[in-house]
């Protein structure tokens, strides 16, 4: 069974840091690319940074660029999100994603952890 478990969202100030969590389990997840998307009340679902399977090359939304960094550790199924100067704009419920390509294209999600940032 495909399990993508979120950790680490809560309250924070606006200018703190936080670290988000996905444990993953049920699918060879160093043959995943990971994503974390977020969404804001009111508005779409947005990819927020990515991590490639293979090379470890990232990307990130412009929004979040030199302010947040994604990293996985393949030895513990888990890809992370550090937060650091967060605003209030960076309020959303946080969603772990895995795409997996081994011989067909399988997607997974994880049920989303609240970050809220405010004073």
């Known amino acids: 069974q495909v399990q993508l478990v979120e950790s680490g969202g809560g309250l924070v100030q606006p200018g703190g840091s936080l670290r988000l969590s996905c444990a993953a389990s049920g699918f060879t997840f160093s043959r995943a690319a990971m994503r974390w998307y977020r969404q804001a009340p009111g508005k779409e679902r947005e990819l927020v940074a990515q991590i490639s399977s293979s090379s470890g090359t990232t990307t990130y939304a412009d929004s979040v660029k030199d302010r947040f960094t994604i990293s996985r550790d393949n030895a513990k199924n888990t890809v992370y999100l550090q937060m650091d100067s967060l605003k209030p704009e960076d309020t959303a419920v946080y969603f772990c994603?895995?795409?997996?390509?081994?011989?067909?294209?399988?997607?997974?999600w994880g049920q989303g952890t609240q970050v809220t940032v405010s004073s």
């Open positions: 994603n895995a795409v997996v390509v081994i011989l067909n294209r399988r997607e997974y």
